[in-house]
């Protein structure tokens, strides 16, 4: 098992620029998470879905979307990007409560 | 008020220490209460968790949970320096988790 995969691990994007965040897991979980990590700072939960066709919205959900069309993908979109969502975006995937597993993050840069 | 509050640290301590990590939260609708471990530029990963109060032991690690003070910890003992990492709480409610700021610390060989 590969775990949870995101893709890409670096950007650098312009202001209004679009783009979209990839993450897959194949352990088959249900439930899938995006969260965003600024420096010093804990993990805000962005979008969050308990199965395919299912989402709804964390904390920070504003100049995201996302999508969940299987239960393996879990795609986060940015449209019109600005330098507030500079920061390190993590997917997540979990079978139930007691256990949760992050990809390895995206290192977003807005310039 | 923020629903986890953690005191963000740094924390940096001798090998061998008792170190003591903890947050306070404020909604009473948390069972769930996770200890996640971060290590510089890595995902966090799961430590261990608690359900309800009480106290759980897994090696040198120890987390316990007062509800009735909205308080959580966890102890770490005879610390290593692999054991430098940021820790954040996470208490879970309503498929959500909530992370805290997170704590930093250092273990000086």
């Known amino acids: 098992n590969a775990g949870v995969t995101q893709t890409p691990k670096f950007r650098i994007l312009k202001i209004g620029q679009s783009m979209t965040l990839q993450c897959t897991q194949d352990m088959n979980h249900n439930y899938m998470y995006w969260y965003r990590q600024d420096p010093g700072m804990g993990l805000k939960l962005i979008y969050y879905?308990?199965?395919?066709?299912?989402?709804d919205k964390g904390e920070v959900p504003n100049g995201y979307n996302v999508s969940r069309s299987t239960t393996e993908d879990f795609p986060l979109r940015l449209e019109l990007a600005a330098p507030s969502q500079t920061s390190v975006y993590f997917c997540?995937?979990?079978?139930?409560?007691?256990?949760?597993?992050f990809g390895p993050g995206t290192r977003l840069l807005v310039l | 008020q923020k629903e986890v509050e953690q005191d963000p640290g740094p924390l940096s301590v001798p090998e061998g220490a008792i170190v003591s990590l903890n947050c306070t939260y404020s909604?009473?609708?948390?069972?769930?209460f996770m200890w996640y471990r971060q290590y510089s530029r890595k995902g966090p990963e799961l430590l261990m968790y608690t359900y309800s109060s009480g106290n759980k032991e897994d090696g040198r690690f120890t987390a316990q949970v007062d509800k009735s003070s909205k308080y959580i910890s966890l102890f770490i003992r005879d610390s290593q320096p692999s054991d430098s990492a940021t820790y954040l709480c996470a208490p879970y409610t309503g498929n959500q988790f909530y992370f805290g700021t997170g704590t930093s610390l250092t273990v000086i060989p």
């Open positions: 997540a995937s979990r079978p139930e409560v007691e256990t949760q597993y």
């Open positions: 909604n009473s609708a948390f069972q769930y």
């Open positions: 879905s308990v199965g395919a066709g299912i989402t």
